[in-house]
């Protein structure tokens, strides 16, 4: 009898373990981070775009958001906490925003246009009660033009620009509306604005589909569902955010089931994962690896033609091999059948025979070839994997007659390199410079690269380009605002910059991740970012 | 005694003030802005210049450091460029993570490295000798990061026993001493623990096979002592030195776990260096390396005490 009582309690015991374990797993998907810190929570988050896609988006939301629902076009801007805008047809530089009704952040408190008001003035209004800093260097340079924000009534919003800008919309993607009521009540309990701030870290309040229940500092991060969302909800109940920053050990930690999705898988440990029964997705994602040319006279790649034979020496499907698949050939900025392709007349492909065609018309050959010198990092976000990549660039470009020779930065220097210009001593008398970019944004895929204004050390035109066809074409995208005719006036800036060969286009990552089988209802857009709102977990 | 101890304390200001000016100095000299530490790459220029003066990093670098000392006398290590938390708010919980990694590779590394190290010295020239020399030599040469992976490999991802990363299922936060939370701290401690071993191993072996050659040895033997007895002299001749080492392998430990700790994902001061190092966090990289220097100091301090307690042949003038 006794015996029978303790098969009886042993079975039970045995049949509970796994739904008990089910059901703590239910709902929860943990992901490893590439970060090395929890992206900042406060609502401007930093750690480039990795902290927009999991302490941003899922927390927060904007005056326009990025469609993230397909993974077989383009991502464009949508309508986000706003409905519709429009400029204002006698004076291009002030536009209208129409709010969302009925959207409350997590504290209760309304969305209205007092809460754009505040959230504007938050990194643009040095006088503002709760301006602070560290999320101006995070924000306004996403936001060049935006001045102010003036409320029209309880629902609508003015903002204003220092000159007509089209591409406003697309840049609120990245101001995030933070509660202003959360932050009055932690302000009241704080010594100064910044301890607010850093409260309000802690406990934040946004309208995201997310809501962040528990936050230890470097560790980890647990957002639950917003079940007062006002779009559709998330089909997770808890997301878990963990920084891994080494890509071994985020291999690892997935392999023995500690999380269930990573960020950039180790490249060699792919096949392993596959083996295990591991998902593997990627997507085009508007990134662009190339060596942007320094166009001094002295440079052998203020020549067009030393750049168009350049771009076609490479044999971009070699390197696609070297890195296990996970890249895509970049022939432009965007790729053939974005809306900002256009039509460029010069075909970048490998075509060695015309690159030595070109580099002969243009005084080179193997009596005298091509010397470059290339800036480059040994690694870095967005950088891929640099330094074999470069290397491989190297070797195949010696069959064209060009001799690359690299200075080999660390990333953190490179990118203060990258502000200084190639005219500054800094880039020691490099040709190029292998600096990776966001392409999701007009206005960081090329005005920033294109237009003689934005000569370094005042933005990101690092090789001095200066041509005023150029400053026309970016001038007519950003006055053009009927979105069709600026999305056409951006192709034209895109071919031409194809055509003069701007960049040696190289790659566009593919953002690669790992996940369990468990995750269900993932979507990879052709985005920097994911919507968490769609995987559950099985 | 209390002169010396008052002495030593005083001794640690200058180092403390020269650590800081070294670690400032070393900072600044170092490539690359602290800038990027709060703006993205792409960030215009005025929007740079504008965080640079809201930061205060346009001032000459000796107002900076003196604004900075100034901070760090009335207890205050400043605040994150990155994160905008006080240093210290990460720093003590890094600490206390790092000091409980320390301690438990020390307790694996000297239990296996005296006993280990007391068989070679022992049994000098014999196969016990060989493979404890062998173990200590393997354990000062291989490369700790790249042990850790290769256990990660098979513990984690091979048999699935033990957890790759982290310290515990909800953090270092919610630490508690019970296997679920203990199972984090096994892989990262026996990746610690081998250079430690290896070294007390080897310095073990020296001291025990140099005492058991002396002639008060003979003698307690001659005098018909036991083994065990002849083996509490040859531990009160062999400890002070044993424990010099030991304290220095310790202080090696708090701020020699960097790889280590990024290996594991373990929330210590090595992975709060590492990536205030990428992210070009000065006041985190000042902060910790001060308080991490003045830890080793304390300890070396605290070695030297219980040395000359241990012996009192060592004297101290």
Same mark, same amino acid.
């Given at each position: 009898?006794?015996?029978?009582?303790?098969?009886?309690?042993?079975?039970?015991? #045995?049949?509970?373990?796994?739904?008990?374990?089910?059901?703590?797993?239910?709902?929860?998907?943990?992901?490893?981070?590439?970060?090395?810190?929890?992206?900042?929570?406060?609502?401007?988050?930093?750690?480039?775009?990795?902290?927009?896609?999991?302490?941003?988006?899922?927390?927060?939301?904007?005056?326009?958001?990025?469609?993230?629902?397909?993974?077989?076009?383009?991502?464009?801007?949508?309508?986000?906490?706003?409905?519709?805008?429009?400029?204002?047809?006698?004076?291009?530089?002030?536009?209208?925003?129409?709010?969302?009704?009925?959207?409350?952040?997590?504290?209760?408190?309304?969305?209205?246009?007092?809460?754009?008001?505040?959230?504007?003035?938050?990194?643009?209004?040095?006088?503002?009660?709760?301006?602070?800093?560290?999320?101006?260097?995070?924000?306004?340079?996403?936001?060049?033009?935006?001045?102010?924000?003036?409320?029209?009534?309880?629902?609508?919003?003015?903002?204003?620009?220092?000159?007509?800008?089209?591409?406003?919309?697309?840049?609120?993607?990245?101001?995030?509306?933070?509660?202003?009521?959360?932050?009055?009540?932690?302000?009241?309990? #704080?010594?100064?604005?910044?301890?607010?701030?850093?409260?309000?870290?802690?406990?934040?309040?946004?309208?995201?589909?997310?809501?962040?229940?528990?936050?230890?500092?470097?560790?980890?991060?647990?957002?639950?569902?917003?079940?007062?969302?006002?779009?559709?909800?998330?089909?997770?109940?808890?997301?878990?955010?963990?920084?891994?920053?080494?890509?071994?050990?985020?291999?690892?930690?997935?392999?023995?089931?500690?999380?269930?999705?990573?960020?950039?898988?180790?490249?060699?440990?792919?096949?392993?994962?596959?083996?295990?029964?591991?998902?593997?997705?990627?997507?085009?994602?508007?990134?662009?690896?190339?060596?942007?040319?320094?166009?001094?006279?002295?440079?052998?790649?203020?020549?067009?033609?030393?750049?168009?034979?350049?771009?076609?020496?490479?044999?971009?499907?070699?390197?696609?091999?070297?890195?296990?698949?996970?890249?895509?050939?970049?022939?432009?900025?965007?790729?053939?059948?974005?809306?900002?392709?256009?039509?460029?007349?010069?075909?970048?492909?490998?075509?060695?025979?015309?690159?030595?065609?070109?580099?002969?018309? #243009?005084?080179?050959?193997?009596?005298?070839?091509?010397?470059?010198?290339?800036?480059?990092?040994?690694?870095?976000?967005?950088?891929?994997?640099?330094?074999?990549?470069?290397?491989?660039?190297?070797?195949?470009?010696?069959?064209?007659?060009?001799?690359?020779?690299?200075?080999?930065?660390?990333?953190?220097?490179?990118?203060?390199?990258?502000?200084?210009?190639?005219?500054?001593?800094?880039?020691?008398?490099?040709?190029?410079?292998?600096?990776?970019?966001?392409?999701?944004?007009?206005?960081?895929?090329?005005?920033?690269?294109?237009?003689?204004?934005?000569?370094?050390?005042?933005?990101?035109?690092?090789?001095?380009?200066?041509?005023?066809?150029?400053?026309?074409?970016?001038?007519? #995208?950003?006055?053009?605002?009927?979105?069709?005719?600026?999305?056409?006036?951006?192709?034209?800036?895109?071919?031409?910059?194809?055509?003069?060969?701007?960049?040696?286009?190289?790659?566009?990552?593919?953002?690669?991740?790992?996940?369990?089988?468990?995750?269900?209802?993932?979507?990879?857009?052709?985005?920097?970012?994911?919507?968490?709102?769609?995987?559950?977990?099985? | 005694?209390?002169?010396?101890?008052?002495?030593?304390?005083?001794?640690?200001?200058?180092?403390?003030?020269?650590?800081?000016?070294?670690?400032? *100095?070393?900072?600044?000299?170092?490539?690359?802005?602290?800038?990027?530490?709060?703006?993205?790459?792409?960030?215009?220029?005025?929007?740079?210049?504008?965080?640079?003066?809201?930061?205060?990093?346009?001032?000459? &670098?000796?107002?900076?450091?003196?604004?900075?000392?100034?901070?760090?006398?009335?207890?205050?290590?400043?605040?994150?460029?990155?994160?905008?938390?006080?240093?210290?708010?990460?720093?003590?919980?890094?600490?206390?993570?790092?000091?409980?990694?320390?301690?438990?590779?020390?307790?694996?590394?000297?239990?296996?490295?005296?006993?280990?190290?007391?068989?070679?010295?022992?049994?000098?020239?014999?196969?016990?000798?060989?493979?404890?020399?062998?173990?200590?030599?393997?354990?000062?040469?291989?490369?700790?990061?790249?042990?850790?992976?290769?256990?990660?490999?098979?513990?984690?991802?091979?048999?699935?026993? &033990?957890?790759? *990363?982290?310290?515990?299922?909800?953090?270092?936060?919610?630490?508690?001493?019970?296997?679920?939370?203990?199972?984090?701290?096994?892989?990262?401690?026996?990746?610690?623990?081998?250079?430690?071993?290896?070294?007390?191993?080897?310095?073990?072996?020296?001291?025990?096979?140099?005492? *058991?050659?002396?002639?008060?040895?003979?003698?307690?033997?001659?005098?018909?002592?036991?083994?065990?007895?002849?083996?509490?002299?040859?531990?009160?001749?062999?400890?002070?030195?044993?424990?010099?080492? *030991?304290?220095?392998?310790?202080?090696?430990?708090?701020?020699?776990?960097?790889?280590?700790?990024?290996?594991?994902?373990?929330?210590?001061?090595?992975?709060?260096?590492?990536?205030?190092?990428?992210?070009?966090?000065?006041?985190?990289?000042?902060?910790?390396?001060?308080?991490?220097?003045?830890?080793?100091?304390?300890?070396?301090?605290?070695?030297?005490?219980?040395?000359?307690?241990?012996?009192?042949?060592?004297?101290?003038?």
């Amino acid at each position: 009898m006794r015996l029978t009582t303790f098969r009886r309690a042993l079975l039970a015991a #045995a049949a509970a373990l796994p739904l008990a374990s089910a059901a703590m797993a239910q709902g929860t998907i943990r992901i490893g981070m590439t970060a090395a810190d929890i992206p900042l929570t406060h609502g401007q988050p930093d750690q480039g775009f990795e902290g927009n896609r999991f302490t941003g988006i899922p927390l927060y939301d904007a005056l326009t958001a990025w469609d993230l629902s397909a993974s077989d076009r383009a991502s464009t801007v949508i309508p986000g906490l706003s409905t519709e805008w429009a400029v204002d047809a006698t004076d291009r530089t002030r536009w209208t925003f129409r709010l969302r009704p009925g959207v409350t952040f997590h504290d209760g408190s309304p969305f209205n246009a007092d809460a754009v008001v505040w959230n504007v003035r938050k990194v643009l209004d040095r006088d503002a009660p709760h301006y602070d800093s560290r999320q101006v260097g995070l924000t306004a340079s996403r936001m060049p033009t935006l001045r102010r924000a003036e409320k029209i009534d309880d629902m609508t919003v003015a903002l204003i620009t220092s000159e007509p800008d089209s591409l406003l919309p697309i840049n609120l993607t990245n101001l995030f509306m933070a509660s202003p009521t959360q932050w009055e009540r932690l302000r009241a309990a #704080a010594p100064t604005a910044e301890a607010a701030w850093n409260a309000f870290a802690a406990t934040p309040s946004g309208t995201g589909p997310f809501r962040l229940t528990r936050f230890v500092p470097r560790e980890r991060a647990e957002m639950t569902r917003n079940d007062a969302y006002w779009g559709t909800k998330a089909r997770a109940e808890r997301i878990v955010l963990l920084p891994i920053p080494e890509a071994n050990a985020r291999t690892a930690a997935l392999l023995s089931g500690q999380v269930d999705w990573i960020e950039a898988p180790a490249p060699d440990l792919v096949p392993q994962l596959r083996a295990r029964g591991m998902t593997i997705t990627q997507n085009t994602q508007p990134h662009v690896w190339p060596w942007q040319p320094c166009f001094l006279p002295s440079s052998p790649l203020s020549d067009v033609r030393v750049r168009r034979a350049i771009n076609l020496g490479i044999d971009r499907e070699g390197l696609r091999t070297l890195l296990g698949g996970f890249m895509q050939p970049a022939v432009g900025t965007v790729p053939p059948g974005h809306p900002w392709w256009g039509n460029p007349s010069f075909n970048i492909r490998t075509d060695k025979a015309e690159a030595r065609r070109l580099l002969a018309e #243009a005084g080179y050959g193997p009596q005298r070839p091509v010397n470059l010198r290339v800036q480059i990092s040994t690694s870095g976000s967005g950088q891929m994997q640099p330094l074999p990549m470069n290397e491989f660039l190297q070797q195949d470009l010696k069959s064209i007659g060009v001799n690359v020779e690299f200075d080999v930065v660390e990333w953190n220097t490179l990118f203060g390199n990258w502000r200084r210009g190639c005219q500054d001593a800094s880039a020691r008398g490099v040709h190029a410079i292998n600096v990776s970019y966001a392409a999701m944004d007009p206005f960081f895929a090329m005005v920033r690269f294109y237009d003689s204004k934005m000569a370094a050390p005042v933005s990101n035109n690092w090789g001095q380009f200066n041509d005023p066809r150029f400053d026309a074409l970016v001038a007519e #995208a950003r006055t053009t605002f009927e979105p069709v005719a600026r999305d056409a006036a951006l192709a034209r800036l895109q071919a031409a910059g194809v055509d003069e060969a701007l960049m040696i286009f190289i790659a566009h990552d593919v953002s690669p991740r790992a996940m369990s089988p468990r995750v269900q209802g993932y979507l990879q857009p052709q985005s920097w970012f994911v919507d968490l709102r769609l995987p559950s977990i099985r | 005694m209390l002169l010396y101890l008052v002495r030593r304390v005083l001794y640690a200001v200058p180092i403390a003030l020269a650590v800081g000016l070294f670690c400032f *100095m070393l900072v600044q000299i170092a490539p690359g802005d602290p800038i990027n530490a709060i703006v993205p790459p792409d960030a215009p220029q005025d929007v740079v210049e504008q965080v640079r003066r809201d930061y205060g990093l346009d001032k000459p &670098l000796p107002i900076q450091f003196a604004l900075w000392l100034g901070k760090v006398v009335q207890g205050d290590l400043g605040t994150s460029l990155a994160t905008g938390r006080k240093v210290w708010s990460d720093l003590h919980s890094a600490i206390g993570n790092t000091l409980m990694l320390a301690f438990a590779a020390s307790l694996i590394g000297f239990i296996l490295g005296c006993v280990l190290g007391g068989l070679a010295g022992t049994f000098r020239g014999t196969l016990v000798d060989r493979a404890a020399t062998t173990f200590a030599v393997a354990g000062v040469s291989v490369p700790h990061y790249w042990l850790g992976m290769v256990l990660v490999v098979i513990f984690s991802v091979q048999l699935n026993w &033990l957890p790759a *990363m982290g310290a515990g299922p909800g953090g270092s936060a919610d630490w508690r001493w019970d296997w679920e939370h203990i199972q984090h701290l096994v892989l990262p401690a026996i990746t610690l623990s081998v250079i430690p071993m290896g070294i007390v191993t080897r310095t073990i072996r020296g001291i025990v096979g140099e005492i *058991m050659n002396q002639e008060f040895v003979v003698a307690l033997r001659g005098k018909g002592l036991t083994r065990w007895n002849i083996f509490v002299h040859v531990v009160k001749n062999a400890a002070p030195t044993a424990l010099a080492v *030991m304290g220095l392998q310790l202080g090696y430990l708090m701020g020699g776990s960097i790889l280590v700790e990024t290996v594991f994902s373990w929330p210590g001061t090595g992975l709060l260096l590492n990536s205030a190092i990428f992210q070009r966090d000065l006041p985190v990289l000042q902060g910790t390396i001060l308080v991490l220097a003045m830890f080793f100091v304390g300890l070396n301090l605290l070695v030297d005490l219980v040395q000359t307690a241990l012996d009192p042949r060592i004297k101290r003038a």
